[in-house]
């Protein structure tokens, strides 16, 4: 009963803060265009590409794919075309001249920043009694900054990058961290001018996750369930949680950023595919990647209805005032194999009172899933599952050299499998400016404790995003350990991008 009477209260006060959103958007809401990188060289609306930023449409997805060109583009829709770094006619006597490529007019730079009210409790349990119960009210002013620069190089050469400013709290001081988040430059159509083959170097979001966009999601949470799973604890996953990149932390589940190379290409206007080659598990004491093995992927996806990916029939949705809208429906599948070798993460157990130490190693750890991408007018329910294989191998404490893996332990090593898996729905609800997602998630975890296993992660988050013009935008979030309810977070937000 105190669980249910806890929810109730906790959904009233989210309800009276969606009516004071939605009310503040309704009276600031009037025609206004965002001034992005990519809006001012077209001079068009944020809306073009976006449902509510930083969510693609499926016109931006198409954009994207191209090298941030518009699908047909002309030079008519080009309203601040870049500047030629040499006379076209080098290009017909190359390679006896230098191609000349191209650089913006002005720099293609853009300021995207998050401001939050959170509000969370979180609690420890040990023994069936609650340990801890630890209830927080925060302003996190700002919750993240990120310089974003993106544009084209010419023409079958772009370039996306991203520099984030974040916060935290370490022993009572604010720590301010300025970071590389994305790097890269593509290659696209280079060549015959054809779309089933392109390339892009960097620090990048690979195209193997590309239908569960982290970078680009609507909501506030992370989809943990694929990136922030740790399966690198013997006796197999325990942790799950924080999101985040790719590898570090002990453990790893699928890449929302990595290092590597990404080819990737769209065949006969339908099919999607990409492969790529990435670092692991790092990084070292003195590398990028902590051994010299790198982990590979493959994917495919095929596309039915709706705009193709590489926006060959945009015409049809040309002008359309609702250019979110479609009947489609895409399905992929893929595949990730990851080298860990000679990586070891130690461990501290307190075994009645004395502390004992371990290594594990996860030299082979492979990732099989499947994921799809329903549009239908105004609803979009996407998700994926992913089936995880660790071969975790133990090691004691070296005897001879105390902090080093030794002896190797054959009867606690072996082949952990976790099961996860999202589904979302997102829709526009009535009005282009206010938009709901709705999202659940869970993860199997092979783990055991006194011959019992482990309860799975279950989490669900409800979210509302209301533009207050097609730059600014305020968020309302609320997210909820489906096993524990007194496990949660609650966000009101509000973003701005120019």
């Known amino acids: 009963m105190s669980r249910t009477i806890g929810s109730l209260s906790r959904c009233s006060m989210a309800g009276a803060a969606l009516f004071s959103l939605a009310a503040l958007a309704i009276l600031c809401a009037t025609p206004a265009n965002a001034i992005p990188a990519f809006a001012r060289k077209y001079e068009t609306s944020c809306q073009t590409c976006h449902v509510a930023y930083p969510k693609l449409n499926t016109f931006g997805q198409a954009f994207r794919l191209l090298g941030y060109r518009m699908p047909g583009e002309t030079e008519g829709q080009v309203k601040r075309p870049d500047v030629a770094l040499g006379a076209a006619s080098y290009k017909r006597v190359w390679p006896d001249a230098v191609w000349p490529g191209a650089i913006p007019q002005n720099l293609p730079l853009s300021l995207v920043a998050n401001f939050q009210v959170q509000n969370s409790s979180q609690i420890e349990i040990e023994d069936g009694e609650v340990h801890r119960d630890t209830v927080n009210n925060d302003m996190i002013f700002p919750s993240e900054v990120a310089l974003v620069v993106a544009g084209t190089a010419g023409e079958h050469v772009s370039y996306f990058g991203e520099i984030g ?98 080819l990737y290409g769209v065949v006969s206007h339908r099919f999607t595919w990409a492969a790529g080659i990435l670092n692991g598990i790092g990084p070292g004491d003195a590398t990028f990647d902590a051994n010299s093995g790198k982990d590979t992927y493959v994917k495919g996806a095929y596309k039915w209805g709706g705009l193709a990916p590489d926006g060959s029939n945009a015409a049809v949705y040309a002008g359309s005032p609702k250019n979110w809208r479609e009947k489609s429906v895409q399905v992929g599948v893929f595949y990730y194999r990851g080298d860990g070798k000679d990586i070891f993460f130690r461990e501290e157990h307190d075994e009645l009172g004395v502390i004992e130490v371990i290594f594990v190693e996860d030299p082979d750890y492979t990732r099989t899933g499947l994921d799809f991408n329903w549009y239908f007018k105004d609803l979009n329910i996407f998700g994926a599952y992913v089936s995880g294989d660790d071969d975790l191998r133990i090691y004691a404490d070296s005897v001879t050299e105390p902090g080093e893996p030794g002896v190797f332990d054959p009867d606690e090593s072996g082949t952990y499998t976790y099961k996860s898996w999202f589904v979302e729905a997102d829709m526009v609800l009535g009005m282009p400016w206010l938009h709901g997602a709705v999202r659940y998630e869970t993860v199997d975890l092979p783990r055991a404790e006194d011959g019992l296993k482990v309860q799975a992660y279950e989490r669900a988050t409800l979210s509302m995003t209301a533009l207050v013009r097609a730059n600014v935008k305020g968020v309302m979030e609320y997210t909820e350990d489906l096993n524990e309810s007194r496990n949660y977070q609650f966000w009101l937000g509000a973003g701005i991008a120019f």
């Open 165 to 262: 400013f974040e916060q935290s709290v370490e022993a009572g001081m604010i720590e301010q961290e300025v970071g590389v988040e994305h790097i890269d430059i593509r290659f696209i159509r280079p060549i015959r001018n054809s779309m089933a083959f392109n390339v892009k170097i960097g620090s990048f979001q690979p195209e193997l996750v590309s239908g569960f966009d982290h970078a680009r999601r609507l909501t506030v949470a992370n989809y943990d369930s694929m990136f922030g799973v740790s399966p690198i604890q013997s006796g197999g996953t325990e942790i799950v949680g924080g999101g985040g990149h790719h590898g570090g932390g002990g453990g790893i589940s699928l890449p929302a950023v990595g290092r590597g190379i990404d």
